[in-house]
């Protein structure tokens, strides 16, 4: 079995919408080397990921042949291979039993990790790529509870026993930036560092905004045109807005005492802490690379490491 | 008193972000010949807005000097002249007593509505041209209730006794139009007819979304995605969503058992009318017109008619 510290055991993809994250891991699940390349799913042109991954990670394959690993968007309909989804509750053991293997037309096999569905009273629900970082964070000892991943698609995942029991997608990123972008509320917007006076006060009134998200986003609005907050805190308070009425929203549906492990860039995982406080709710950071940890759970899973 | 039914006694102006509308108006409040102009304060060039009104409506002054009154977003920050906001409650003496007079570079006498302002716990609430409406509808005989005026920015409003007595704003046509035009939402959107259909399962996702829009919105895509509403449906399944969260809003505000009076473009009104009997509320509708009615109420409250 390749157990060494400096031998490489594994290469994980994580290849999302708007990036690509490659990490060469050894026998224990560390990770070895990293590559990062802008090429999101979205901009490879003519669909030729094989060209991509080749340029990317082409002198990590000279050395020999390693199980390669490839989870996110990279399975969805604008991706390499469309997978389908697996359903909850899931564990690595799941995730290694749905692989689905890919020979490239250099002859590389690749595997991917497939997406998962939920389904609430209102709709489905759908994730490519989360499920492999909850899957690391649970290796890392990280286990149980909840985990929040800020982004266009924040995602709010239940863990229990090692096992993701249930989540839930809020669209806040995504959101955020339409309605700075492409409605009224960006004209009041003053360019700035961040204000943490407006986030604060978005957050108080996200939280208790309840159904009423059409309407208090019109103070976005009215507030600076009527003197009570500067143009220089307009943007943090819409993103606090939003932010507290996820929150608002996760609160009704799961016990407030628990701890949320926080799973994210930096900046904004500094913004949720600062929510999550508000909303009086402990939270704390997830190592970075955590990913890389659930490809090694997964492949171990598999069979792929001995 | 110049009360005769073929004699004009007034002119109404009703100038908003998107259009200009002129009333020629006779001593019984009824329209003798109306003007229509896409040139809302948005599209008026170098803010020359004397040059618009002396292009659309000049004819009618040719024939001696009539009482001039305006009303909407002319009287907004980026309008002709800024006019403070009256405060709630209040009726068609207060709108007369507020009237604010600028005579043109020719020499013509306007008089401008204000707007008017409240405020709820959680920030202010703006309006200018519905007043104008509203008071029209209140003259000929609609007087107490709710009255809700959809568009970009529909507003819901509560009259009793003749007097606007408290009012709120939902952003629902603007978030529609930037969510399917700048968000992932709108991909899978098929143009076509509109799908009652999809209409109808929106409302009634919306009407029990409560505080978790953020997240019932990324059903807009999921649906589709998974194959459980068609293409075609999903531009409806997302107005739906929006008006019938923006129904159920107002339900947690306002008395459940009024008839609702409904303000505006027929095919919007038709979307409301739906909307509301799934949330068992009653609706009828108002005859078009009105604000010419309210400019009519105004000017008589403010003696520019004998």
Redesign the interface.
Known sequence: MNSGASEPALIGLDWGTSSLRAFLINGRGEVLDKMFSPEGIMSVSDRNFEAVFDKLIGHWLSAGELPILASGMITSRNGWVETPYEHLPLDADTLARALVTHKTECGVELRFVTGV?TED??????MRGEETQIIGASALGMSDGVFVMPGT?SKWISVSNGRIEDY?????G??Y???K?????GTLIEDGPFSEEGFDLGVA?GL????????????VR??P??G?IEGSMVADYLSGM?IG??I??EM?NRAAEETITIIGRNDLADRYEIALAAAGLQSRRAPDDIVAMGHFSIARSAGLLS
Chains 1, 2 share one sequence.
């Open positions: 569905t009273e209102s709709g489905p629900d759908v698609h839930s997608t809020y669209m806040t995504e959101i930036a339409a309605l972008g492409h409605t009224i509320l009134a208790t905004s309840k159904s009423h998200l059409l309407h208090d986003l019109f103070h009215t507030l045109l009527m009570k939003l009425s996820e608002s929203a009704d």
